[in-house]
Structure formats: C-alpha cells, structure tokens
C-alpha cells in the first residue's frame, strides 16, 4: 500500500522528532547527522533494483518465446498438411 521510500522517509522523520525532544542541543547535532546518513541509506538505496528488472525482462521474454513457438507449431503443422495434401493429389 506505501511505498518503502515513504515508509522510510517517516521514520526518519519521527527519528528526528524524538531526537529533538529528547535531546540536548550538542547531542543533537550528532543524533540529526546520524539520522541523515540513515535516511540517504535507506532512501537512496536502489540496489536491488537491477535484478528485479531483469528476472521481470526474463519472465517476458521467455512467455512470448512459448507463444512463439506454439505459433510456429501450429502454423508449420498446418503447412505440412497442406503441402501433403497437394502432393497426394499430383499423383492421381
């Protein structure tokens, strides 16, 4: 229903929140940069991205290749009977 960046971008978010209130000032500023370098990790990071493309590229690729072939079947099928059925008939 949510995306994972969005579910990401509000706990980090609510992470500063609770930084702010609980907080001192100085520990603060620590607390805000850890919380920052949590967030461009945890928003930024598309590594499993790629290979989800490509198993999705695969999956497609391998459903048309099936219809492919059934085609190429049927149609090879009905042309041998075809050809068959015109050299029977050269013959009488």
């Known amino acids: ?3 994972t960046k969005r ?3 509000s706990t ?3 992470l500063s929140m609770v930084a702010i209130v609980v907080m001192s000032s100085d520990s603060f500023l620590i607390a805000e940069a850890l919380v920052a370098s949590a967030k461009k990790k945890l928003v930024q990071d598309e590594r499993g ?3 989800v493309s490509a198993a999705i590229v695969v999956m497609i690729m391998a459903f048309l290749g099936v219809a ?3 085609a190429f079947k049927a ?8 050809i068959a059925n015109q050299v029977s008939q050269l013959g009488q």
């Open 75 to 82: 149609i090879m099928h009905q042309a041998t009977t075809t």
């Open 7 to 9: 579910i990401c971008q």
């Open 68 to 70: 492919l072939w059934i």
């Open 49 to 51: 991205e790629g290979p």
């Open 1 to 3: 229903m949510y995306s």
């Open 12 to 14: 980090a978010i609510a």
